[in-house]
Protein backbone atom coordinates (compact mmCIF):
# COMPACT_ATOMS: atom_id res chain seq x y z
CA UNK A 1 0.00 0.00 0.00
CA UNK A 2 1.49 3.31 -0.97
CA UNK A 3 2.11 6.21 1.32
CA UNK A 4 -0.71 9.05 1.33
CA UNK A 5 1.05 12.49 0.71
CA UNK A 6 0.01 15.73 1.69
CA UNK A 7 1.36 18.83 -0.19
CA UNK A 8 0.93 21.82 2.11
CA UNK A 9 0.97 25.44 -0.30
CA UNK A 10 0.09 23.09 -3.27
CA UNK A 11 -0.68 26.08 -5.84
CA UNK A 12 2.05 28.14 -5.90
CA UNK A 13 4.57 28.08 -8.79
CA UNK A 14 6.45 24.89 -7.04
CA UNK A 15 3.48 23.20 -5.72
CA UNK A 16 1.69 23.56 -9.06
CA UNK A 17 4.25 21.18 -10.73
CA UNK A 18 4.89 18.72 -8.33
CA UNK A 19 1.35 17.59 -7.44
CA UNK A 20 0.73 16.56 -11.15
CA UNK A 21 4.41 14.64 -10.44
CA UNK A 22 3.66 13.12 -7.81
CA UNK A 23 0.17 11.98 -8.90
CA UNK A 24 1.73 11.00 -11.72
CA UNK A 25 4.08 8.40 -9.56
CA UNK A 26 1.70 7.88 -6.77
CA UNK A 27 -2.02 7.97 -7.87
CA UNK A 28 -4.68 10.63 -8.15
CA UNK A 29 -5.85 9.53 -4.99
CA UNK A 30 -2.48 9.01 -2.88
CA UNK A 31 -1.96 12.94 -3.19
CA UNK A 32 -3.97 15.38 -1.54
CA UNK A 33 -3.47 19.11 -2.38
CA UNK A 34 -3.77 21.97 -0.16
CA UNK A 35 -3.71 25.27 -0.16
CA UNK A 36 -5.17 28.42 2.56
CA UNK A 37 -8.14 28.51 -0.41
CA UNK A 38 -9.98 26.40 -2.89
CA UNK A 39 -7.98 26.63 -6.16
CA UNK A 40 -8.17 24.66 -9.79
CA UNK A 41 -6.53 21.91 -8.37
CA UNK A 42 -9.46 21.08 -6.43
CA UNK A 43 -10.97 19.64 -10.15
CA UNK A 44 -8.00 17.19 -10.51
CA UNK A 45 -8.00 14.88 -7.18
CA UNK A 46 -7.93 15.27 -3.39
CA UNK A 47 -7.87 18.73 -2.25
CA UNK A 48 -8.18 20.25 1.59
CA UNK A 49 -8.32 23.88 2.45
CA UNK A 50 -5.41 23.81 5.60
CA UNK A 51 -4.16 26.92 6.92
CA UNK A 52 -0.82 25.48 7.87
CA UNK A 53 -0.88 27.59 11.45
CA UNK A 54 -4.04 25.85 12.56
CA UNK A 55 -2.63 22.91 14.19
CA UNK A 56 -5.86 21.64 14.82
CA UNK A 57 -7.09 21.70 11.92
CA UNK A 58 -4.19 20.40 10.37
CA UNK A 59 -3.97 17.32 12.23
CA UNK A 60 -7.91 16.39 11.63
CA UNK A 61 -6.80 16.66 7.69
CA UNK A 62 -3.50 14.39 8.43
CA UNK A 63 -6.29 11.95 10.44
CA UNK A 64 -8.87 11.81 8.14
CA UNK A 65 -6.39 10.61 4.62
CA UNK A 66 -3.94 8.99 7.08
CA UNK A 67 -1.19 11.27 5.91
CA UNK A 68 2.48 9.47 5.81
CA UNK A 69 4.09 12.27 3.97
CA UNK A 70 4.19 16.05 4.33
CA UNK A 71 5.72 18.15 1.59
CA UNK A 72 6.06 21.73 3.07
CA UNK A 73 5.75 24.49 0.45
CA UNK A 74 3.59 27.20 2.37
CA UNK A 75 5.99 30.17 2.69
CA UNK A 76 6.31 34.06 2.27
CA UNK A 77 9.07 34.64 -0.55
CA UNK A 78 11.68 37.00 -0.27
CA UNK A 79 10.29 40.26 -1.57
CA UNK A 80 7.08 39.85 -0.13
CA UNK A 81 8.34 38.84 2.97
CA UNK A 82 10.41 42.00 3.26
CA UNK A 83 6.76 43.98 3.21
CA UNK A 84 5.34 41.92 6.22
CA UNK A 85 8.35 40.49 7.78
CA UNK A 86 6.78 39.52 11.07
CA UNK A 87 4.10 37.52 8.98
CA UNK A 88 6.57 35.93 6.99
CA UNK A 89 8.84 35.18 9.83
CA UNK A 90 5.02 33.83 11.60
CA UNK A 91 4.35 31.70 8.77
CA UNK A 92 7.60 30.29 7.95
CA UNK A 93 8.77 29.27 10.94
CA UNK A 94 5.94 28.55 12.94
CA UNK A 95 4.29 25.86 9.82
CA UNK A 96 7.31 23.69 10.11
CA UNK A 97 7.17 23.54 13.43
CA UNK A 98 3.70 22.22 13.25
CA UNK A 99 4.51 19.61 10.54
CA UNK A 100 7.44 18.66 12.70
CA UNK A 101 5.79 18.44 15.34
CA UNK A 102 3.42 15.82 13.57
CA UNK A 103 6.69 13.63 12.80
CA UNK A 104 8.24 14.21 16.60
CA UNK A 105 5.04 12.43 17.32
CA UNK A 106 5.30 9.33 15.09
CA UNK A 107 1.88 10.93 13.39
CA UNK A 108 3.55 11.25 9.95
CA UNK A 109 6.37 9.52 8.71
CA UNK A 110 8.15 11.78 6.37
CA UNK A 111 8.75 15.54 5.74
CA UNK A 112 9.72 17.42 2.88
CA UNK A 113 10.82 21.30 3.63
CA UNK A 114 12.40 23.55 1.05
CA UNK A 115 15.53 25.87 1.73
CA UNK A 116 16.87 28.33 -0.60
CA UNK A 117 19.92 30.32 -1.43
CA UNK A 118 18.34 32.79 0.25
CA UNK A 119 20.50 31.54 3.26
CA UNK A 120 23.57 33.24 2.26
CA UNK A 121 24.85 36.48 2.45
CA UNK A 122 27.33 38.97 1.23
CA UNK A 123 30.18 37.31 3.23
CA UNK A 124 29.47 34.10 1.34
CA UNK A 125 31.75 33.05 -1.38
CA UNK A 126 29.86 34.27 -4.33
CA UNK A 127 31.42 31.80 -6.95
CA UNK A 128 30.68 28.05 -6.46
CA UNK A 129 29.38 28.44 -3.00
CA UNK A 130 30.04 25.53 -0.76
CA UNK A 131 28.06 23.32 0.96
CA UNK A 132 29.58 24.51 4.37
CA UNK A 133 30.14 28.14 4.51
CA UNK A 134 29.72 31.71 5.97
CA UNK A 135 25.92 31.99 6.24
CA UNK A 136 24.45 35.79 7.40
CA UNK A 137 21.57 36.13 5.38
CA UNK A 138 19.99 39.81 5.35
CA UNK A 139 15.81 38.93 4.51
CA UNK A 140 13.64 38.09 6.29
CA UNK A 141 13.06 34.97 4.44
CA UNK A 142 16.80 33.75 4.30
CA UNK A 143 16.84 34.37 8.26
CA UNK A 144 13.53 32.04 8.36
CA UNK A 145 15.21 29.60 5.77
CA UNK A 146 18.34 29.56 7.65
CA UNK A 147 16.40 29.27 11.33
CA UNK A 148 14.19 26.66 9.66
CA UNK A 149 17.73 24.14 8.43
CA UNK A 150 18.63 24.49 11.90
CA UNK A 151 15.25 23.06 13.31
CA UNK A 152 15.07 20.06 10.81
CA UNK A 153 18.70 19.07 12.06
CA UNK A 154 17.56 18.97 15.59
CA UNK A 155 14.37 17.56 14.98
CA UNK A 156 16.58 15.01 13.08
CA UNK A 157 19.29 14.51 15.67
CA UNK A 158 16.79 14.91 18.84
CA UNK A 159 13.75 13.20 17.81
CA UNK A 160 14.55 11.17 14.41
CA UNK A 161 12.69 12.95 12.00
CA UNK A 162 12.90 11.69 9.25
CA UNK A 163 13.10 15.57 7.12
CA UNK A 164 14.85 16.52 3.97
CA UNK A 165 15.63 19.34 2.54
CA UNK A 166 17.01 21.34 -0.96
CA UNK A 167 18.18 24.38 -0.75
CA UNK A 168 16.81 25.75 -4.32
CA UNK A 169 18.14 28.52 -6.46
CA UNK A 170 15.71 30.48 -8.65
CA UNK A 171 13.21 28.39 -10.30
CA UNK A 172 11.94 28.63 -13.24
CA UNK A 173 8.62 26.90 -14.65
CA UNK A 174 5.65 28.18 -17.21
CA UNK A 175 2.99 26.74 -15.72
CA UNK A 176 2.16 29.22 -12.92
CA UNK A 177 2.42 32.60 -12.25
CA UNK A 178 5.79 33.57 -10.41
CA UNK A 179 5.02 34.07 -6.12
CA UNK A 180 6.80 37.45 -5.27
CA UNK A 181 10.63 35.92 -5.30
CA UNK A 182 13.76 38.11 -6.32
CA UNK A 183 14.56 35.59 -9.15
CA UNK A 184 11.27 35.81 -10.54
CA UNK A 185 11.98 38.07 -13.46
CA UNK A 186 13.29 34.86 -15.54
CA UNK A 187 10.18 33.99 -15.46
CA UNK A 188 8.15 37.16 -16.05
CA UNK A 189 10.80 37.96 -19.01
CA UNK A 190 9.40 35.28 -20.96
CA UNK A 191 6.22 36.46 -20.79
CA UNK A 192 7.01 39.86 -21.66
CA UNK A 193 8.85 38.93 -24.16
CA UNK A 194 6.39 36.88 -26.23
CA UNK A 195 3.29 39.06 -25.15
CA UNK A 196 4.66 42.20 -25.48
CA UNK A 197 8.18 41.97 -27.12
CA UNK A 198 9.93 44.09 -24.13
CA UNK A 199 10.60 43.68 -20.86
CA UNK A 200 11.50 46.47 -17.98
CA UNK A 201 14.06 43.99 -15.60
CA UNK A 202 13.86 44.90 -11.77
CA UNK A 203 17.90 43.52 -11.80
CA UNK A 204 20.77 44.98 -13.31
CA UNK A 205 21.86 43.66 -16.70
CA UNK A 206 25.26 41.56 -15.27
CA UNK A 207 23.27 40.11 -11.83
CA UNK A 208 24.23 36.78 -12.11
CA UNK A 209 22.36 34.64 -10.01
CA UNK A 210 21.85 30.42 -9.97
CA UNK A 211 18.61 28.97 -11.34
CA UNK A 212 17.11 25.82 -12.24
CA UNK A 213 14.20 24.55 -14.46
CA UNK A 214 11.61 23.19 -12.87
CA UNK A 215 11.05 19.67 -14.66
CA UNK A 216 15.06 19.74 -12.70
CA UNK A 217 13.71 20.69 -9.54
CA UNK A 218 10.32 18.46 -9.58
CA UNK A 219 12.90 15.65 -10.38
CA UNK A 220 15.37 16.56 -7.53
CA UNK A 221 12.59 16.80 -4.74
CA UNK A 222 11.06 13.72 -5.02
CA UNK A 223 14.36 11.52 -6.20
CA UNK A 224 15.72 12.85 -2.20
CA UNK A 225 12.28 11.93 -1.00
CA UNK A 226 12.86 8.65 -2.48
CA UNK A 227 16.21 8.60 -1.28
CA UNK A 228 17.34 5.63 1.00
CA UNK A 229 17.64 7.00 4.22
CA UNK A 230 21.47 5.74 4.76
CA UNK A 231 21.73 7.98 1.78
CA UNK A 232 20.82 11.37 3.08
CA UNK A 233 23.59 12.50 5.43
CA UNK A 234 22.90 16.35 5.32
CA UNK A 235 20.00 16.93 7.31
CA UNK A 236 19.91 20.84 7.40
CA UNK A 237 19.41 21.33 3.83
CA UNK A 238 21.12 20.15 0.41
CA UNK A 239 22.92 22.90 -1.51
CA UNK A 240 21.01 22.19 -5.41
CA UNK A 241 22.12 23.59 -8.80
CA UNK A 242 21.32 23.96 -12.00
CA UNK A 243 22.65 27.06 -14.46
CA UNK A 244 23.70 30.35 -13.65
CA UNK A 245 22.81 33.51 -15.80
CA UNK A 246 22.44 37.59 -15.80
CA UNK A 247 19.23 39.36 -17.15
CA UNK A 248 21.61 40.38 -20.19
CA UNK A 249 22.46 36.46 -21.27
CA UNK A 250 18.64 35.13 -20.97
CA UNK A 251 17.97 38.42 -22.48
CA UNK A 252 20.48 37.34 -25.98
CA UNK A 253 19.14 33.65 -25.61
CA UNK A 254 15.49 34.72 -26.06
CA UNK A 255 16.56 36.75 -29.09
CA UNK A 256 17.47 34.08 -30.83
CA UNK A 257 13.53 33.12 -30.96
CA UNK A 258 12.43 36.82 -30.66
CA UNK A 259 14.94 38.62 -32.66
CA UNK A 260 12.90 41.89 -32.01
CA UNK A 261 13.12 41.84 -27.95
CA UNK A 262 14.10 44.78 -26.27
CA UNK A 263 15.10 44.96 -22.52
CA UNK A 264 15.71 47.82 -20.58
CA UNK A 265 17.09 47.93 -16.78
CA UNK A 266 15.56 49.66 -13.66
CA UNK A 267 16.82 48.08 -10.53
CA UNK A 268 14.93 47.94 -7.22
CA UNK A 269 14.46 46.93 -3.65
CA UNK A 270 14.97 43.79 -5.06
CA UNK A 271 18.88 44.73 -6.00
CA UNK A 272 20.03 44.47 -2.76
CA UNK A 273 18.81 41.41 -2.15
CA UNK A 274 20.32 39.96 -5.48
CA UNK A 275 23.44 41.57 -4.86
CA UNK A 276 23.47 39.63 -1.05
CA UNK A 277 22.66 35.84 -3.19
CA UNK A 278 25.28 33.52 -4.80
CA UNK A 279 26.20 33.31 -8.63
CA UNK A 280 26.46 29.66 -8.63
CA UNK A 281 26.42 26.72 -6.18
CA UNK A 282 28.35 23.85 -5.81
CA UNK A 283 25.99 20.96 -5.48
CA UNK A 284 28.78 18.15 -5.07
CA UNK A 285 27.23 16.47 -1.93
CA UNK A 286 23.50 15.97 -3.55
CA UNK A 287 25.91 14.50 -6.45
CA UNK A 288 27.68 12.31 -4.57
CA UNK A 289 25.08 10.95 -1.82
CA UNK A 290 21.94 10.42 -3.32
CA UNK A 291 22.50 10.74 -7.01
CA UNK A 292 21.37 14.33 -8.49
CA UNK A 293 22.04 15.40 -12.31
CA UNK A 294 20.35 17.98 -13.66
CA UNK A 295 18.95 18.11 -16.96
CA UNK A 296 18.48 21.39 -18.31
CA UNK A 297 21.12 24.24 -19.49
CA UNK A 298 19.85 28.18 -20.35
CA UNK A 299 19.74 26.59 -24.42
CA UNK A 300 16.92 23.79 -23.24
CA UNK A 301 15.42 25.97 -20.88
CA UNK A 302 14.46 28.85 -22.87
CA UNK A 303 13.48 26.65 -25.49
CA UNK A 304 10.89 25.09 -23.35
CA UNK A 305 9.81 27.97 -21.84
CA UNK A 306 8.92 29.72 -25.07
CA UNK A 307 7.45 26.80 -27.03
CA UNK A 308 4.86 26.32 -24.26
CA UNK A 309 4.17 29.95 -23.09
CA UNK A 310 3.20 30.21 -27.13
CA UNK A 311 0.99 27.08 -26.69
Given amino acids: MRDKILVIGSSGQLGTELVQKLRDVYGIENVIASDTKVTEQAKEGPFEVIDVLDVNGLLAIVKRHNIKQIYLLAALLSATAEKMPKIGWELNMNGLFNVLDLAKEKIIEKIYWPSSIAVFGSNTPKENTPQYTIMEPSTVYGISKLAGERWCEYYFNKFGVDVRSLRYPGLIGWKSVPG ?4 DYAVHIFHDAIHKGNYECFLSENTKLPMMFMSDSINATIGIMQADVNKIKIRS ?18 IKHIPNFKITYKPDSRQEIADSWPKSIDDNFATLHWGWKPEYNLELMTNEMIKNIKK
Fill in 180 to 183: GGTT
Fill in 237 to 254: SYNLAGFSFSPKEISQEI
